[in-house]
């Protein structure tokens, strides 16, 4: 069983940046994030594979998110950069593996989901 706490959120205007990170109890081999705007369904963001350092990122927010690990303390962090109005949302860190790595970024895919976390973008 992995419990999983995020961090980081808030408001911010077009162009800024914000700071989402998520503590893990137990054990797992991978963490990842997902976002979940009003009427969409949840969509993968960025995930990262602790044993060889590997990192995944949606089309949407390449070169813009960095997903980063420290592993002393089981957590990852989403640096989120040049934040657009349509990055708003609920985001949720997950962890575990139900899958395939080249699903990463499907929801069936994870085992266990944090509370989620609110991300506004003002234009």
């Known amino acids: 069983q992995v419990q999983l706490v995020e961090s980081g959120g808030g408001s911010v205007q077009a162009g800024g940046s914000l700071r989402l990170s998520c503590i893990a109890s137990?054990?797992?081999?991978?963490m990842g994030w997902f976002r979940e705007a009003p009427g969409k369904e949840r969509e993968g963001v960025a995930a990262?594979?602790?044993?060889?350092?590997?990192?995944a990122y949606s089309d949407a927010v390449v070169g813009r998110f960095t997903i980063s690990q420290d592993r002393a303390k089981k957590m990852v962090s989403l640096q989120m950069d040049n934040l657009k109005p349509e990055d708003t949302g609920i985001y949720y860190c997950?962890?575990?593996?139900?899958?395939?790595?080249?699903?990463?970024?499907?929801?069936?895919?994870?085992?266990?989901w944090g509370q989620g976390t609110q991300v506004t973008v003002s234009s």
């Open positions: 997950a962890a575990g593996s139900m899958g395939y790595d080249q699903d990463w970024n499907s929801p069936p895919a994870w085992m266990y």
């Open positions: 990262l594979w602790f044993a060889y350092g590997r990192t």
């Open positions: 137990g054990v797992t081999s991978r």
